[in-house]
């Protein structure tokens, strides 16, 4: 699975990692703002929970065969 996570979306609402069934997605802080972050993306199960729960559009997951790993991307018009 790949997560792919538009940070500059984020608004650190926390909501993901809350409900996250295998407690990957964690918060992050850089002394300015507070962000998603990935923990462990191989163990993403795929269930789409924090796609659902993100009302910012900050993650997408993808089923990617042979492909594991997290992008970070700036969103298009941010
Ligand atoms: S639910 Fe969306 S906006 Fe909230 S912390 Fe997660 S990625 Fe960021
Ligand atoms: S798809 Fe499910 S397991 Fe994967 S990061 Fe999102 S909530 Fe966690």
């Known amino acids: 699975m790949q997560i792919i996570l538009y940070t ?3 608004t650190g609402c926390g ?3 809350k409900h996250c069934p295998k407690k990957i997605l964690k918060m992050a802080d850089n002394g300015m ?3 998603v972050n990935v923990t462990d993306e191989n163990s993403c199960t795929g269930c ?3 796609v659902k729960l993100c009302a910012a559009k ?6 990617e065969h042979g492909y594991y790993g ?3 991307f700036k969103a298009p018009g941010s």
């Open 33 to 35: 703002c507070r962000f």
């Open 15 to 17: 909501r993901c990692a």
């Open 48 to 50: 789409g929970k924090c």
């Open 58 to 63: 900050a993650i997408r997951i993808r089923e």
């Open 70 to 72: 997290i992008r970070h």
């Open 8 to 10: 500059y979306n984020c």
